[in-house]
Nanobody, 113 residues
Framework: QVQLVESGGGLVQPGGSLRLSCAAS????????MAWYRQAPGKERELVAR???????IYVDSVKGRFTISRDNAKNTMYLQMNSLEAEDTAVYYC???????WGQGTQVTVSS
């Protein structure tokens, strides 16, 4: 069993930046295939970014060029650097481990002036 804990969310103005972290514990091993999802009010949960073995990265079109997913295996932590934030990025952000099918509890990101 893998436990995932997100942090780094908050309130930011449009154009601002935030960095989310996802710390993995429990049956810990290197981060092979993990992802960030988000869910806005009234909408379905959607994939934002995914990082796979060999550091292959996948992004949803709406965040390309603005968000960067990365990982630090020494710290068992995955990150999401979010720049040029827009109101449409407002959502609860979740990290997900594909191998163990584990979700974090989510962290709220609100982009508003």
């Amino acid at each position: 069993q893998v436990q995932l804990v997100e942090s780094g969310g908050g309130l930011v103005q449009p154009g601002g930046s935030l960095r989310l972290s996802c710390a993995a514990s429990g049956s810990v091993r290197n981060i092979y295939d993990m992802a960030w999802y988000r869910q806005a009010p009234g909408k379905e949960r959607e994939l934002v970014a995914r990082i796979r073995t060999g550091s292959r990265k996948i992004y949803v079109d709406s965040v390309k060029g603005r968000f960067t997913i990365s990982r630090d295996n020494a710290k068992n932590t995955m990150y999401l650097q979010m720049n040029s934030l827009e109101a449409e990025d407002t959502a609860v952000y979740y990290c997900y481990d594909l191998l163990s099918d584990s979700w974090g509890q989510g962290t709220q990101v609100t982009v508003s002036s």
